[in-house]
């Protein structure tokens, strides 16, 4: 057999003044032909997965390209159609084919659409009929459309938040495809769209109410007439029609079946939509906290501050807040701003340094902070995940810089990309597990690899564009009524 494979794949926040172009993909992956395969066979990822799974099948692989870049605003639309005319080209050039395997995220909103999958599951279905099968890997996070139901054969979205189960969903693609592929499985498909749009912080899956539909999900995958069921949390800072939680299932070949069960899911969902919702403490009193701890390290999480959720990475009201108070034995990280990265870079390693930090995208979540610091550690910004998330891969932060700044020691980076693995702290010379208080800007992902070395984590409910406070958005094009925007 031979699949043609690819990924396009971007969390795009509409709320989001950040550019996402070229230079945001080159930033993260951009990635031609062979090369896929050599960067992510044995990774923690879904094109790691797919990769392995196909080894084992027998199965020849026909490598595209793989584009990703950190969640900011829309997908310039040059750089969107440049690379759908790639991709589809490579389709056209690599037939006759078995399958397609494609890793896409499900939220991707380019500047003149809003749905950049359907878009594209509908141009690959064009270029390659009916009859050749497509398996999709979806972020837990897709806000799924029509369009891509109708143009994929199977979808299967990642059923973990903070998401570890990457490489297991790719192997599963893989695999049910070449079922399909073979004429061993007949997909029948139900897709439900529920009037909820969850909050981020209200979607983790290890308690609360994901957990009961995750649970619920698995119970009814053991059933060897079901082929894979995907709950979708949505990502709720995409202000698109079709942003909130869905439910997707697929069945072998029985459709009522598969009917019966995305009903099942999708009223479980809504009977437990309050649950969703989400609280956390003001920057003061999580600080005294956080202080008022006797174990360490103390995680802040600065959920408000993702960059995994679109958020500028820069906000500084938790670093004010833990000057302010003299707090000591810290770590904030990590704080986007390419310009004080740049100033210690001049000064140099030992150098004492005057620089404004933060503060430098939307000075309304938060001012820049004047600091006076040692240049502790200058880094180019490589290091190699150690996991559980992307396990194996590379990553880049570019230049970077530690200013300590009276044992408070701020992680500066130059490519923005959320705190979501301890090495990010650990490679440039400061032990996380040894620190009193670590901050990370971070929604949940961060809760894979920090809750257990941490002796507490608290929330902050700091400015951002990543908070799960929906209220502080104003919201044009989801579609309406849907909780917790109106009461329903």
């Known amino acids: 057999m031979r699949f043609f494979i690819a990924m396009f794949a971007h969390e795009t926040n509409t709320f989001s003044t950040l550019p996402t172009d070229r230079r945001q993909f080159e930033a993260r992956a951009l990635r031609y032909g062979g090369e896929i395969l050599e960067a992510y066979r044995g990774t923690g990822t879904c094109l790691g997965g797919m990769i392995d799974a196909a080894a084992a099948r027998g199965v020849t692989l026909v490598p595209s390209l793989a584009a990703a870049a950190s969640p900011a605003g829309r997908v310039s ?132 109410p994901m957990r009961r539909l995750s649970d619920l999900a698995d119970g009814m995958e053991r059933d060897p007439r079901v082929v894979s069921v995907s709950v979708f949390a949505g990502f709720p800072l995409a202000d698109i029609r079709d942003a909130g939680l869905s439910v997707y299932v697929a069945t072998d070949g029985d459709r009522p079946l598969a009917e019966r069960l995305a009903d099942e899911l999708a009223r479980t969902a809504w009977e437990h939509r309050r649950e969703f919702l989400h609280t956390a403490l003001p920057v003061e009193a999580a600080v005294a906290k956080a202080l008022a701890a006797t174990g360490r390290p103390v995680v802040l999480a600065d959920i408000a501050d993702n960059t995994g959720g679109g958020a500028a990475g820069d906000t500084t009201e938790v670093l004010r807040e833990l000057l302010r108070v003299g707090a000591r034995g810290v770590t904030v990280a990590c704080v986007w701003d390419p310009a004080a990265v740049a100033a210690c870079a001049r000064a140099g390693v030992g150098a004492t340094v005057t620089v404004e930090v933060g503060g430098k995208v939307d000075p309304s979540h938060g001012a820049p902070v004047p600091v006076t610091g040692r240049v502790r550690t200058l880094s180019d910004g490589r290091f190699v995940h150690r996991g559980p998330m992307f396990r194996g891969l590379e990553g880049r932060l570019g230049p970077m810089a530690v200013l300590d700044v009276n044992d408070l020691k701020i992680v500066l980076i130059s490519y923005r990309w959320q705190t ?37 984590v608290i929330e902050v409910d700091a400015p951002g564009l990543s908070s799960s406070n929906l209220a502080r958005f104003s919201f044009k094009h989801v579609r309406r009524p849907i909780f917790p925007l109106d009461e329903l």
């Open 77 to 208: 639309a040059d750089f969107y159609e440049q690379t759908k005319a790639r991709l589809l080209a490579d389709l056209r050039a690599a037939a006759p084919l078995d399958g397609v395997l494609l890793d896409l995220h499900g939220a991707m909103v380019p500047e003149a659409a809003e749905d950049g999958e359907g878009d594209l599951l509908r141009a690959v279905r064009a270029a390659l009929g009916p009859a050749v099968p497509v398996g999709v890997t979806l972020d837990f996070h897709a806000n799924v459309s029509a369009d891509m139901v109708a143009h994929a054969t199977l979808l299967h979205g990642y059923k973990t938040y903070p998401h570890v189960d990457m490489d297991a969903r790719g192997r599963e693609a893989a695999e049910r495809l070449a079922d399909v592929a073979a004429g061993r499985l007949r997909p029948a498909v139900a897709w439900r769209q529920t009037p909820l749009l969850p909050p981020i912080a209200g979607q983790l899956t290890a308690r609360g």
């Open 420 to 456: 979501l693995d301890p090495e990010m702290i650990r490679f440039v010379g400061i032990d996380p597990a040894a620190e009193r208080i670590l901050v990370v800007k971070s929604s949940v992902h961060y809760r894979a690899a920090f809750e257990p070395i941490a002796h507490e």
